[in-house]
Nanobody
Framework: QVQLVESGGGLVQPGGSLRLSCTAS????????MSWYRQTPGNERESVAM?????????TYADSVKGRFTISRDNAKNTLYLQMNNLKPEDTAVYYC????????WGQGTQVTVSS
């Protein structure tokens, strides 16, 4: 069956960095449009970044993370990444990866907490 497993979350101070990973199995990863979302308690899940399946240079970002976050993928490793720099307390959330092929699959999420 399809599995998306996120890792790399944790506690970091404001201004710090983290790199999230999402390893996929059971699907054609190279054919999947991959995205990162995040969610805080009481709020809807919001899109953070997206990377195309065919054109890996085609990426989109939420305005709130532009210039700080970078999405990338390694199709040979079936892995999606999110490099997060200059983290802010408002980046605190559970981060999820999503695959669209075009059926949608979600990972279980990884907690990111930005606090001093």
């Amino acid at each position: 069956q399809v599995q998306l497993v996120e890792s790399g979350g944790g506690l970091v101070q404001p201004g710090g960095s983290l790199r999230l990973s999402c390893t996929a199995s059971g699907l054609d990863f190279s054919a999947s449009i991959m995205s990162w979302y995040r969610q805080t308690p009481g709020n809807e899940r919001e899109s953070v970044a997206m990377i195309d399946s065919v054109d890996r240079s085609r990426k989109t970002y939420a305005d709130s993370v532009k210039g700080r976050f970078t999405i990338s993928r390694d199709n040979a490793k079936n892995t999606l990444y999110l490099q997060m720099n200059n983290l802010k307390p408002e980046d605190t959330a559970v981060y999820y990866c999503k695959a669209n092929i075009p059926k949608t699959y979600w990972g279980q999420g990884t907690q990111v907490t930005v606090s001093s």
